[in-house]
């Protein structure tokens, strides 16, 4: 079945820092969606990309759809203490059958 | 609602008991799903709804879980027979519109059942 991966599994950067979460399916994805979970939280969207080689950007955050459709990533420019937690891509296959979350990033910022 | 709402918050039972769980959507989104999320992982597709009928229950681990979705708007989850495995956070989300074949519509979560079981 399909598979979704995201590296790396933990990141600690210094406040400041740049940081960077890549996706990686087994299979073409549909389209890819990316979440954000707060410790304690709930998931909560944050950018849909629907087509190959798309690039979204939101203030610090860049969002890229891989030409393939079988990747993404999502950089953060100078991390700041509020963008702790973790990051989830969603993708649905090229099939329409699979709905599937990556195990996500967990992103640490040391002030 | 502001939001997608669920109750308990919190539930702890004991192993061989049935439990349900409760989501309240976003009042007008047709689209209900169900997750389990394990610590440190990404959430499970469980079940999803579009309307009152479960447009796709492939997640669903066994035939203990079942959920319902009469009117089409609330939704619950229902575990029998709990085992310790099935200890988890389990998340409701709502969207205007269904997956359906590759078209996808922000999914809104609720805050989580953390289910224990003992």
């Known amino acids: 079945g399909q598979q979704v991966m995201q590296i790396p599994q933990y990141q600690h950067v210094q406040e400041g820092e740049d940081f960077t979460t890549y996706c990686n399916s087994s299979?073409?994805?549909?389209?890819i969606q990316w979440y954000k979970q707060r410790p304690g939280g709930h998931p909560v969207f944050l950018i849909q990309?629907?087509?190959?080689?798309e690039v979204k950007k939101q203030k610090r955050l860049t969002f890229q759809f891989g030409e393939a459709k079988k990747n993404s990533s999502l950089h953060i420019t100078a991390t700041q203490t509020t963008d702790v937690g973790t990051y989830f891509c969603a993708g649905w296959d090229n099939y329409g059958q699979n709905f599937v979350f990556g195990p996500g990033t967990r992103l640490s910022v040391l002030p | 609602g502001a939001g997608v709402s669920q109750t308990p918050s919190n539930k702890v039972t004991e192993k061989g008991k049935y439990v349900e769980l409760r989501c309240d959507p976003i009042?007008?989104?047709?689209?209900l799903y169900w997750y389990r999320q394990s610590l440190g992982q990404g959430p499970e597709f469980l079940i999803y709804f579009q309307g009152t009928g479960a447009a796709d229950d492939s997640g669903l681990p066994n035939d203990r879980f079942f959920a319902v979705r009469p009117e089409g708007s609330v939704s619950t989850l229902k575990i029998q027979r709990t085992e310790r495995g099935d200890s988890a956070v389990y998340l409701c989300?709502?969207?205007?519109?269904?997956?359906?074949?590759?078209?996808?519509?922000?999914?809104?979560f609720g805050p989580g059942t953390r289910l224990t079981v003992l």
């Open positions: 989300a709502s969207s205007s519109f269904p997956l359906a074949g590759g078209r996808t519509d922000t999914q809104y």
């Open positions: 990309l629907v087509k190959s080689g």
């Open positions: 009042s007008g989104h047709t689209a």
């Open positions: 299979t073409t994805l549909s389209n």
